[in-house]
């Protein structure tokens, strides 16, 4: 079993940064891969980023490629998202999720998720 814990949300002007993190509890972190989703009020959940369980490959939705970035220390069991040149449409609560699937956008294919972080930006 596999327990994770947000912090880090926040409210922030459009242009700002906030970082994300998200603590896992459980020995099997660093064989997990993890990921960020998140979701607006009346829209759907979306893909955000996702990161291999060595770090070494990561995917991002297009909407925040360049912005983003997602990063992990397996010694912490912590994943985090760095977040710079927000925009008022990334206003959502993000959650962060993780499995040992191999499609990483595919938020079905995540076992573990934790109860998520508000990220409000004004414009």
């Known amino acids: 079993q596999v327990q994770l814990v947000e912090s880090g949300g926040g409210l922030v002007q459009a242009g700002g940064s906030l970082r994300l993190s998200c603590a896992a509890s459980?020995?099997?972190?660093?064989?997990?891969?993890m990921a960020w989703f998140r979701q607006a009020p009346g829209k759907e959940r979306e893909f955000v980023a996702a990161?291999?369980?060595?770090?070494?490959?990561?995917y991002y939705a297009d909407s925040v490629k360049g912005r983003f970035t997602i990063s992990r220390d397996n010694a912490k069991t912590t994943v985090y998202l760095q977040m710079n040149s927000l925009k008022p449409e990334d206003t959502a609560v993000y959650r962060c999720?993780?499995?040992?699937?191999?499609?990483?956008?595919?938020?079905?294919?995540?076992?573990?998720w934790g109860q998520g972080t508000q990220v409000t930006v004004s414009s």
């Open positions: 999720a993780a499995g040992y699937g191999t499609q990483y956008a595919f938020a079905p294919g995540y076992a573990y």
């Open positions: 459980g020995r099997t972190f660093s064989s997990l891969v």
């Open positions: 990161i291999s369980w060595s770090g070494g490959t990561t």
